[in-house]
């Protein structure tokens, strides 16, 4: 299994990036998808979820900012960050359930 996490970057607060998480051995459509984040000194947390069936949960704090969708042909997973904040800098990661198994994650790092 290898998950490939890009579309990182450094922009200034109220911009946007997209994020691609491309899977090789594992079908995405068949599994509840997500995207998870991680400060510097910070635990891991949840951002957004995607089930199987596409239903979709977000974490609070990025509710109405970021959107998460799937592109089945591509076994690939997204996630649409718009209007961020300085708050949003962490190395953003994708995987599944049960959240075992991770990518090597792409950096995201918004300046004020």
């Known amino acids: 299994v290898q998950l490939v996490e890009s579309g990182g970057g450094l922009v200034q607060a109220g911009g946007s990036l997209r994020l691609s998480c491309a899977a090789s051995g594992i079908i995405f459509s068949i599994k509840n998808v997500g995207w998870y984040r991680q400060a510097p000194g910070k635990q891991r947390d949840m951002v957004a979820v995607m089930t199987k069936d596409g239903n979709t949960n977000y974490a609070d704090s990025v509710k109405g900012r970021f959107t998460i969708t799937r592109d089945d042909a591509k076994n690939t997973v997204y996630l649409q960050l718009n209007s961020l904040k300085p708050e949003d800098t962490a190395v953003y990661y994708c995987?599944?359930?049960?959240?075992?198994?991770w990518g090597q994650g792409t950096q995201v790092t918004v300046s004020s």
């Open positions: 995987s599944w359930y049960p959240w075992n198994y």
